[in-house]
């Protein structure tokens, strides 16, 4: 072999070698970069602390929008109103009722009472000879006493509903929740002395072992839903009606708002459902002597 073929074959080897090792560097250097492929979308709007559903903890509470004085608030905001979407018949109602338990059809209206929009509901169902649950949060029923010996008096049921709706109120000490419901049952029976109080529903439908065992110790029996056209979102009364004359069967407990935000929608599509259901349906008052 001669001396020039020689030095030929060694740069070839050299130059193999090179290759190799730039090779190796590049394929080590692209499993250091992080995988640019952007996430599957899920379809759920996230933030820092989860999933956000409709109800949203109440103003004042860890979490939620900021407190507005009574001075200031003709009630519960919007944010953390009742009808979050929740399945009726899901495991976390611990043993709330989401139905009358009978053939009748129950109308339940949260978060009043309201000088706008109970007066509007309440002649609707006299026009209908219709009996409701009103679901009143105590200090709407402190500072409109008037509306709740009216509601009374037209032969509805009286239903708790925490004293400034709040969701959060079932993590909290069992102490704690029950100063909130009996504060707020002083607050109806200072309008209504003798009006019987045996039910008590959740804000936003968030129960816990807490919320429902101190209920219960306290004589009420938790109360959840079955219907839900999520009138609080205000989608319009044609949406409000279509969905609970489409869901209504027997032994339905509707929800339905006369306060918290405007609630003329509900009015109107209150206007449209009555004929329908009376027609199809017995509608009752949740009994004030629930087993």
């Avoid at 609707?124 to 009103?134: H, K, M, N, P």
């Avoid at 100063?179 to 129960?207: E, F, K, M």
Wanted: charged content about 15%; some cysteine; overall charge negative.
């Amino acid at each position: 072999m001669t001396r020039g073929s020689s030095t030929a074959r060694a740069a070839g080897i050299v130059t193999l070698v090179v290759a190799g090792l730039l090779g190796s560097a590049y394929v080590l250097g692209r499993s250091l970069v992080p995988d640019q492929t952007p996430p599957h979308s899920t379809g759920v709007t996230t933030s820092a602390d989860g999933p956000h559903y409709a109800d949203q903890p109440s103003v004042g509470e860890p979490g939620g929008t900021p407190s507005v004085s009574a001075s200031n608030s003709a009630g519960p905001v919007e944010t953390g109103q009742d009808g979050s979407g929740r399945d009726a018949g899901g495991d976390n109602l611990f043993g709330a009722h989401a139905t009358t338990g009978s053939p009748r059809l129950a109308l339940t209206f949260d978060d009043g009472p309201d000088p706008r929009y109970t007066p509007q509901v309440l002649a609707l169902l006299s026009e209908y000879d219709v009996q409701a649950t009103f679901c009143v949060v105590g200090e709407n029923a402190q500072n409109h006493p008037d509306l709740v010996r009216s509601i009374v008096e037209a032969g509805h049921t009286l239903c708790n509903h925490s004293w400034h709706h709040d969701v959060g109120l079932g993590a909290r000490s069992a102490d704690a929740i029950r100063s909130d419901l009996l504060r707020t049952n002083a607050a109806i029976r200072a309008a209504v002395p003798n009006a019987p109080i045996v039910w008590y529903r959740q804000p936003g439908g968030a129960w816990t072992y807490p919320v429902v065992s101190v209920a219960r110790q306290l004589g009420m029996t938790p109360l959840h839903w079955s219907v839900d056209p999520s009138d609080w979102e205000l989608p319009g009364a044609n949406k409000i009606s279509a969905t609970v004359l489409s869901q209504a069967e027997p032994g339905s407990v509707v929800l339905l708002h006369d306060a918290g935000g405007d609630r003329q929608g509900t009015v109107e599509a209150l206007r449209r459902i009555l004929p329908d259901l009376t027609a199809r349906f017995e509608l009752e008052a949740l009994p004030t002597d629930p087993t």
